[in-house]
């Protein structure tokens, strides 16, 4: 049975780890969706200017993790557990680096609208 092609945004995924992974950035499941989600606090202020942060602003933190699981269900990531996180941490497995394309992540910036709140017509 051929193994049909993963979406692009399961490969983005694939290639914030790989990034990660490079730069010797350890993260746990809960990391890895405030990283592509693009959540800034203490643990993510260092990384926060970096091209590959945010990369899924638009994507709820949930369905991050979801798609991280369904990664590692089918062969693509691997976990060991890290002393540090007390967690476990993520990184490409051989499937997963051969699929990892780092050329998809481009920082996404969402440019919010001001919402009227109200509207005050003239009379006529």
Excluded: W
């Amino acid at each position: 049975m051929e193994e049909k092609e993963i979406k692009t945004s399961h490969k983005r995924l694939l290639a914030l780890i790989s990034i990660l992974n490079e730069r010797n950035i350890v993260v746990s499941l809960e990391g890895l969706a405030k990283i592509a989600h693009g959540e800034e606090d203490e643990e993510t202020s260092p990384i926060k200017d970096e091209f590959f942060f945010s990369i899924c602003p638009s994507v709820s933190k949930k369905k991050i993790k979801s798609r991280i699981n369904y990664l590692y269900r089918y062969g693509y990531l691997s976990l060991k557990y890290d002393e540090r996180l007390e967690d476990y941490a993520y990184y490409l497995s051989k499937k997963g680096k051969i699929n990892a394309d780092i050329s998809l992540i481009k920082k996404k910036t969402i440019e919010k609208r001001q919402k009227k709140t109200i509207i005050i017509e003239e009379e006529k």
